[in-house]
């Protein structure tokens, strides 16, 4: 009868089972007893030895000791192997080697793998990889298990083959170590390609596999990463199914995604739970998470108190989450001390942030080496940021690499500026790829621009000899008025007058009136000679009124001839000279002949 090398994994074998319920087993247990104590006294040396390693079990060492040393002495060998076990828990290890040995040589696996460790722990490896091959090689879990740790520890190949041979004898701390190993494979083909030049069949299903069977045998680690694998995949149902197990068995990082799951299934209550569950297990993420939290209802002396054990954790987003909360109450010293603190440990926004908060403070020259570490670290908004600096001096040349970089990233405003300076330098392709991408990000400005582009490409409309003239909409058109939907002005007022120019007097009114309302001058021009195109040249001139006192030329013009019909010379002459000195060139010569005029007419 072959058991283990220590206490620990003589309960973990199986063969000795404790019951879960004492009161249902427990006189089955105490027959079974008997009758191999009776066996035992009668001179049957398995029984002696099955009745030591049961009193061995129970903790009973002076009952399990003469028992087992008479099983030895008759040659039986898991006898000697337990005899090993009860001397290693009374701490006589140097003697408990020494029947692990005579068990080992003897055939016992148990022994051969206990002995193993017993030399590794004393760094024989050469003596401790002899013996656990010896167990390995006889189907024992352990063994394999621990010759592969070995094997593994000294980056030998041959460790996966040993990991995979317990891991399939049911070994769960294998399994998931096999299963790490298998995803460090595929990240690294991924990144590098196959070594042999092969495509490698892909190891993340068999992966998944491993985890599954050693998180089906409790391993809590095994089940945080299935839990994970699923909710990548979409499958948060049972995602959420193997975090919990991980999380009631005490993975606290397993709680925390527990909790992450729950929030966004808008369960924030339940999701606080797991959250605080994972946070007083010293959880950093968790705490984070808590502080957001509260902080989201401004609850901010608790989220400072999560905040800060979160940086007591070790997670330097703690420091950076508390700059944040600091800097919106306004308290710009504590701001910049905490976004300090996780700047200098490498947290790339906080970097970011410090700049930020430096060169809003007027300090330029302390900002740019924080944009440009983090920046250089990977923060996209450091690199648009460099780039605004940059510009901010006049330096364009040394501004377009940092907006370049942020704009590969995604940044939209990024690819609106080198879309621009692509369009300064003369090269249309490119400022067109660009300003797709800021359009496509949602900026209303590229939009415009990109419409612009297009619309100087436009054909002249073709002269129709008969029938209507059916409009199609082009594409500019298209990204005219998504730039106008969002509010941009210049491009409502383009609207406006593509519809004008098609005969939609009410469509060009409507753009028209949301550019004026929102202060554009054009949009007040436009929509004041519509008006009185239509007859309603009173309102006309309100909107001319508004455009001229925002510096349009023509509008203070249209006036000037408004207020010279009604006769209002006084008026008319205001606005004729207002005209002069607006302009253009062309303008001011009307409007200083119509102010001549009306001078002549007032002395006359």
Known sequence: MDVMGDKATLLDTGRFVQPSDRDETGDGEAVDEARTRLAAQAGDVEATSVLGAMLLRRGDLDGAEPLLRAATAEGDRAAANNLGVLLH?????????????????????????????YHRERGDEPAAEYWLRQSAEQGH??????????????GDAGAEQWMRSAAERGHREAAYRLARALDRQTQHEDEYGSDNGVDAPPAGGEAEQW????????HQRAALQLGAILERRGELKEAGRWYLTSAKDGEARAACALGFLLRDAGDTESAAVWWLRAAQDG????????????A???????????????MDAGDVNGAYNLGLLCAEQARTAQA????????????????NALAVLLLQGGDATGAEPWFSKAAEAGSVDAAFNLGILFAGRGEEGVALPWYERAAAAGHTEAALQVGIARLRDGDEREAERHLRCAAGGGSAEAAYRLASVLDSRRPPAPAHELGEQVHEKTECEEWYERAASQGHRRAQVRVGMLAAARGDVVEAARWYRSAAEAGSRNGAFNLGLLLAREGSEPEAAVWWARAADAGHGRAALRLALVYARRGELAEGQRWADRAVTLGPG???ERAARLRDALRQELTA
Do not use: C, F, K, P
């Not at 910049?336 to 970097?351: M, N, S």
């Open 336 to 351: 910049e001390q905490w976004y300090r603190r996780a700047a200098y440990a490498g947290h790339r926004e906080a970097a």
């Open 211 to 218: 985890y599954r069977q050693a998180a089906a045998r409790g």
């Open 283 to 294: 959880d950093g993420n968790a705490a984070n998470a808590l502080g957001a939290l509260h």
């Open 586 to 588: 062309e303008v001011s």
């Open 89 to 117: 828990q009374r701490g006589y290890t140097d003697d408990a080697a020494g029947w692990w040995r005579i068990a080992a040589v003897a055939g016992s696996a148990a022994a051969a793998h206990a002995l193993g460790r």
């Open 296 to 310: 989201e209802r401004g609850e901010t002396q608790t989220a400072e108190r999560w905040y800060r054990a979160a």
């Open 141 to 154: 879990a352990l063994g394999a298990y621990a010759l592969a740790d070995l094997l593994e520890h000294r």
